[in-house]
């Protein structure tokens, strides 16, 4: 009988440590699996603090559920963070409006779009999912929900992110580039480079072996107001299977959409696809639908199985996760990408 170690050694080779060419990538995946210990992993730079709260739960046999949505608030209250809560760009009509989701191991899921006013979208979403019979709450509805259940209704549009917009609005161009907020903004403006990107999207399991996932964004800055992207879009933004792993999604929204993106991973990985050979072939499909269309966008997919392997695949170069687990707490990885 093949031994668990040997058999987990196949797996990650076959998985992203070939794929990505990356050896510390192999060695960490390698590592988790073998201790069975806890492991969260996030999309971008901005992932690497946010993995650090969620940490802190995890190493105490905390629950995965708690782990994500603590480990998101961190960018989620970062006002120089301008594409996740508080600090967001707003849609072109100058209003910031926040989408998340959040899914649980036992397949419960809650989430919120186009909600407006409230820090921690994601906690919201938590009790859309935990006190209403619903899994959505949109809107006006939304923000009703969130002040009957104690929020605080706070201005979300900072000064700067305000000055972006007014000056968005000289040209008001509405047109998703790849890694758009990269352009948009002077890098050096933002403290440590680190905080000119997209949605957090978050996946933890944790010592009991179970697994939850969140993702929390501002969205597309200056989409249309109503404009809902992938992210609050449970089987688009972020899918959790406890039997199988988890997925989510950063990039434009629409085509993560259209696909039913973090669906399509677990379900690929369901089939025997390694984390990195899913995120890749979901972001084929992408490809080879709109081939045009994939040259000037950009979506990256990031996911987390069962045993602890994780990959991500992006269509451009630029996409990165961060890594937390037992062996090292900060890993930032370079995701593969087509192009
Ligand atoms: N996926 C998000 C959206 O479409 C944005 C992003 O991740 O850049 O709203």
Same mark, same amino acid.
């Given at each position: 009988m093949i031994s668990r170690r040997k058999f987990? *050694?196949?797996?990650?080779?076959?998985? *992203?440590?070939v794929l990505s060419g990356n050896k510390s990538f192999g060695?960490? %995946?390698?590592d988790s699996v073998l201790t069975g210990s806890p492991i969260v992993i996030s999309t971008?730079?901005? =992932?690497i603090a946010a993995n650090a709260a969620a940490w802190q739960i995890l190493k105490n046999n905390g629950r995965a559920l708690d782990a994500v949505e603590t480990g998101v608030h961190v960018p989620e209250a970062d006002l120089n #963070? $301008?594409? &996740?809560?508080y600090g967001g760009l707003p849609d072109r009509d100058g209003r910031v409006t926040l989408d998340a989701c959040i899914m649980d191991e036992?397949?419960?899921c809650g989430s919120v779009a186009a909600l407006e006013h409230i820090i921690h979208p994601i906690s919201v979403a938590r /009790?859309? %999912?935990?006190?209403?019979?619903h899994v959505m709450l949109v809107g006006a509805g939304a923000l009703q929900f969130a002040l009957e259940q104690g929020f605080k209704k706070k201005n979300l549009l900072t000064p700067s992110s305000e000055k972006a917009w007014k000056e968005w609005l000289k040209t008001a161009k509405y047109n998703p580039e790849i890694n758009v907020e990269n352009r948009l903004f002077s890098p050096a403006k933002l403290p440590g480079n680190q905080y000119n990107h997209d949605t957090i999207g978050m996946l933890a399991l944790d010592a009991s072996g179970n697994m939850s996932g969140a993702c929390t964004t501002s969205g597309m800055a200056y989409k249309m107001h109503g404009r809902v992207g992938d992210s609050p879009i449970i089987g688009a933004g972020l899918y959790v299977d406890n039997e199988i792993g988890g997925a989510t999604s950063t990039g434009v929204g629409?085509?993560?959409? /259209? #696909? &039913? =993106?973090?669906?399509?991973? &677990?379900?690929? %990985? /369901?089939q025997g696809y390694s984390p990195d050979e899913a995120c890749k072939e979901a972001v084929m499909r992408i490809i080879r639908k709109k081939p045009e269309t994939?040259? $000037?966008? $950009?979506?990256?997919?990031?996911?987390l199985n069962k045993k602890g392997q994780f990959g991500g695949y992006a269509i451009q170069k630029g996409f990165s996760f961060a890594v937390c687990d037992n062996n090292d707490q900060k890993q930032l990885i370079k995701s593969p990408s087509y192009y």
């Open positions: 987990l *050694a196949v797996g990650s080779l076959a998985g *992203a440590s060695k960490t %995946m390698d971008w730079d901005f =992932g #963070n $301008q594409s &996740v809560g036992f397949g419960n /009790r859309v %999912m935990e006190k209403t019979p629409e085509e993560v959409i /259209r #696909n &039913v =993106g973090s669906f399509l991973v &677990v379900e690929l %990985m /369901r994939a040259k $000037q966008i $950009q979506v990256g997919f990031l996911a």
